[in-house]
């Protein structure tokens, strides 16, 4: 009786493991793609992107790909280990096979996962940007995030206001535990910390905002410069030399737009603004 039991409960895990592994795969695929088919076709419904769109998508593919080998590495032991119960395979050799699946599922995954791991970061530092930046809507600024370009790459946020276009960057970098402050000096060309001493983020920024400042004089017919920034959220910044670009905590941007003074008229933040609307939507099916 007891041997009876036990092959149709082996026979109820070859069939239940495997099966469930692709149903949940497969419903998670379709449940990140739903969000493209939620919202109205036509140009009368805009929808602006949210900060950090490209990241999350980017996140999505890397998990999809994740969850395939994860899927594998469920389903394919057990059909193994099956093969084996029932004499068609020697031990050794679905061993060896169940230990050549790990070892490239391993190599596959874990790349996978420290990218994921950095892009949420990414991800996470926009949002939090993103969400700062609103606020500057009630000063009479307009706020675009993840401008793609074919040249470029992505531009995380744009500002126009009457002061002028700022071209913003956020780089997130991770802290120590041990680090005290959490502090960056920036010296003209150069990021200072305890852990690092590097120019990343500043070249990108520069040269987003002048890819911009072309566009943009050229749909103006007249000159726009706009600024750029850098921001690093989670970092008290401090500005010992300043530089083509400008290095801030988020929290210190709404305060540096609205100082600056006025250079744009109305009817130029409006163009610029349509133009910005045009490029920052979601592409909806």
Not at 267 to 272: A, G, L, N, P, Y
Request: hydrophobic share 45%; aromatic share 8%.
């Amino acid at each position: 009786m007891f041997p009876i039991l036990a092959k149709y409960f082996a026979i109820l895990l070859f069939i239940a493991i495997p099966t469930a592994a692709v149903i949940i795969v497969f419903r998670t695929m379709r449940d990140r793609r739903a969000r493209r088919t939620m919202f109205p076709k036509g140009r009368d419904e805009r929808i602006a992107k949210p900060p950090g769109w490209s990241l999350r998508e980017r996140v999505d593919e890397l998990r999809e790909k994740l969850d395939f080998w994860i899927m594998l590495i469920v389903a394919i032991p057990v059909t193994i280990g099956m093969l084996h119960l029932y004499n068609q395979i020697p031990f050794i050799l679905a061993l060896a096979f169940i230990f050549l699946l790990s070892l490239v599922a391993t190599l596959r995954m874990v790349p996978l996962v420290i990218k994921i791991r950095n892009h949420r970061l990414g991800l996470f530092g926009e949002e939090i940007v993103g969400g700062i930046l609103a606020r500057l809507w009630g000063n009479g600024c307009a706020v675009f995030h993840d401008l793609q370009t074919t040249k470029i790459g992505n531009i995380d946020h744009v500002v126009v206001g009457p002061t002028g276009v700022y071209v913003i960057e956020t780089k997130c970098r991770r802290r120590k535990r041990e680090q005290e402050g959490h502090r960056v000096v920036f010296d003209r060309t150069k990021l200072e910390s305890t852990s690092f001493s590097d120019s990343h983020g500043l070249e990108q920024a520069e040269r987003n905002a002048h890819w911009l400042s072309e566009q943009l004089t050229k749909l103006t017919a007249e000159p726009v410069a706009c600024k750029a920034v850098l921001t690093l959220p989670g970092w008290f910044v401090s500005e010992r030399k300043l530089g083509p670009v400008r290095v801030l905590h988020p929290k210190q941007i709404e305060r540096y737009i609205t100082s600056q003074p006025a250079s744009l008229s109305q009817e130029q933040q409006q163009r610029i603004s349509n133009w910005l609307e045009e490029r920052c939507q979601l592409e909806v099916e």
